[in-house]
């Protein structure tokens, strides 16, 4: 069973958040299936990460999750409903920051709350209290004292902190990361890993996180499943069975690179096929 | 770097301007250019004391014309730019029709309007609006009409409306180029406004150089192209500075990327 197997992240009774049964998604008639058979359940609290070669339905996997797309075939179930349409319980992050660049750093991490309800129509009376919400968010990532600079005063790794908080203002279960990390230096970017474990560890929202970076995969997820070429299917269900909480200093560890390792040889048998 | 050039060469334009008179003088003085075919700057500067009056009076029309003009074509423009912009539909069904308007000469339009509303200045208001409104319509809608993917998802995962969207993050950001339009469009007014006042007026810097031409007076009629150019480029300043008040997020966001 899938649910009982030992993880890391403890409670094995865990209540499923989101599930795939035999999903296939096509985005028109004559293209084929962007991800086919995709069968999955994500434990609430569960991290999980998806890692597979460019174009075999990783961000395809995203926007059925977030509801933006219905499967083709077969059912999306999150948060105990079969999904139709949008649903507000997730925040999304992707590689590109995309900041209102009109807008300081505190008032684009208003922006969910101006849309999603119940704080759109709170946001006046409560303001001061939201906005002390986000200010120790940003905290939370190293961002405190630059709430009123706006995106160009920010580098590019402030910029991925900021739009992390603006995907997590709102308090969602469900938090949505499609190669957050992509754009960074390497030191930025276990840097990030950190803030991004740390918030995980602090609020155990849901995490899938999408990555080609497969020690990224393996330091920061329960879970990572490997999917194949286009169309994508999930190959593997790999359990990331290393203790928490994770130090950086795991990834230089013999049972790290063993992950790594095993996980590469599954990407390799797919470049080969 | 292009934000800091301009405060040291600030002299530059006026040397130049100062240089360029100064040849022309020396020009007409030194072969002795007839005043009735190309007048020397003292004799258009003579024009413009002595028939200061009238020139105020046809200038102070030609200004209320053309920002008149102006006034309905950024009405009309926001409203048409915001349609177009806010809906795949309408930006396939309006784009292309927008597309042959604008390659009409709008002269061609002065006829037309004068037998409507006969000789004067509805027609000049007309044709400085129909020349005025379709870089601020262009503009306007591709302001809206171009969302990063992702953002859009971002806020569709949030269960945004379009609306919301449009409000948002379509409005904020179609305002730089609403403004960079405002400048183009107010400058393509005057000359709306100057074309039909030449051919269909009694009023008007267009009419005045009209007649002064006709009656040889040659001064005269360079005196009305300089006070046009000059309300021309007063304008067009002014518009450039609104701009850069009103929309600083979005140069400054581009300076930090050079
Ligand atoms: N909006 C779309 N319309 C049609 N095809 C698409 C669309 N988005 C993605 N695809 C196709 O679906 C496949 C999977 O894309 P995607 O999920 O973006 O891959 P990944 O994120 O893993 O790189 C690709 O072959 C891509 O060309
Ligand atoms: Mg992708």
């Avoid at chain 1, 970076?213 to 070429?229: G, H, Q």
């Avoid at chain 2, 308007?101 to 709008?106: C, D, G, H, Y």
Wanted: aromatic share 10%; proline share 5%; with cysteine.
């Amino acid at each position: 069973m899938l649910n009982t197997a030992e993880t890391s992240s403890g409670d094995a009774q865990a209540r499923v958040l989101v599930d795939f049964d035999r999903v296939d998604l096509a985005y028109d008639d004559t293209g084929g299936n962007a991800i086919e058979d995709v069968s999955l359940s994500i434990r609430e609290g569960e991290f999980v990460a998806i890692v597979g070669p460019s174009g075999c339905g990783k961000s395809t996997f995203m926007k059925l999750v977030s509801g933006l797309k219905p499967p083709t075939q077969g059912n999306v179930v999150v948060d105990g409903r079969e999904v139709s349409g949008p649903l507000k319980i997730v925040g999304m992050a992707f590689q590109a920051p995309t900041l209102l660049p009109w807008r300081t750093a505190m008032d684009n991490l208003m922006l969910p709350l101006e849309i999603v309800e119940p704080y759109r129509s709170t946001l006046k009376q409560k303001r001061g209290e939201y906005e002390a919400r986000a200010r120790s968010l940003l905290k939370t990532v190293g961002l405190e004292g630059n709430e009123n600079k706006f995106p160009w005063e920010l580098s590019g790794g402030m910029q991925q902190r900021a739009s992390i908080c603006r995907a997590l203002i709102h308090q969602p279960k469900l938090l949505l990361l499609d190669e957050p990390f992509g754009a960074l230096d390497a030191f930025t970017r276990e840097e990030l890993w950190c803030v991004l474990r740390d918030l995980w560890t602090e609020k155990r929202f849901t995490v899938v996180l999408v990555t080609h970076d497969l020690r990224e995969a393996a330091f920061l997820a329960d879970t990572v499943y490997v999917m194949s070429k286009r169309p994508g299917r999930i190959l593997v269900r790999k359990e990331i069975d290393l203790p928490r909480p994770r130090d950086l200093d795991i990834t230089y560890e013999e049972r790290f690179t063993d992950i790594v390792l095993e996980l590469r040889e599954h990407i390799g048998r797919i470049r080969k096929t | 770097m292009a934000s800091t050039k301009p405060r040291k060469d600030a002299w530059a334009p006026w040397v130049f301007t100062a240089v360029i008179i100064i040849l022309w003088q020396a020009i007409c003085s030194g072969f002795t250019v007839s005043e009735f075919i190309f007048p020397s700057p003292a004799a258009v500067v003579k024009s413009l004391v002595e028939f200061a009056g009238p020139i105020a009076d046809h200038a102070w029309q030609t200004f209320w014309t053309t920002v008149a003009g102006f006034g309905i074509g950024v009405g009309v423009g926001l409203v048409l730019g915001f349609i177009i912009g806010s809906s795949r539909f309408m930006y396939n069904a309006l784009y292309p029709l927008m597309i042959g308007f604008n390659s009409i000469p709008k002269a061609a339009f002065v006829p037309i309007l004068v037998v409507w509303f006969g000789i004067g200045t509805v027609p000049a208001i007309l044709t400085a609006f129909l020349i005025s409104f379709f870089p601020i319509v262009v503009n306007v809608a591709t302001g809206l009409a171009t969302l990063e993917p992702e953002l859009e998802d971002v806020l569709r995962s949030l269960g945004a409306k379009r609306l919301d969207v449009l409000i948002k993050v379509g409005l904020p950001r179609s305002l730089p180029y609403f403004f960079a339009s405002l400048k183009v469009a107010i400058t393509l007014a005057f000359v709306g406004a100057v074309v039909s006042e030449t051919v269909a007026a009694n009023k008007g810097i267009g009419y005045l150089m009209m007649s002064a031409g006709s009656s040889m007076r040659m001064g005269l009629v360079f005196a009305g192209l300089i006070v046009i150019s000059a309300m021309a480029m007063v304008m067009y300043v002014a518009f450039a500075m609104l701009e850069k008040r009103m929309t600083g997020w979005a140069t400054r966001g581009m300076d930090s990327k050079l």
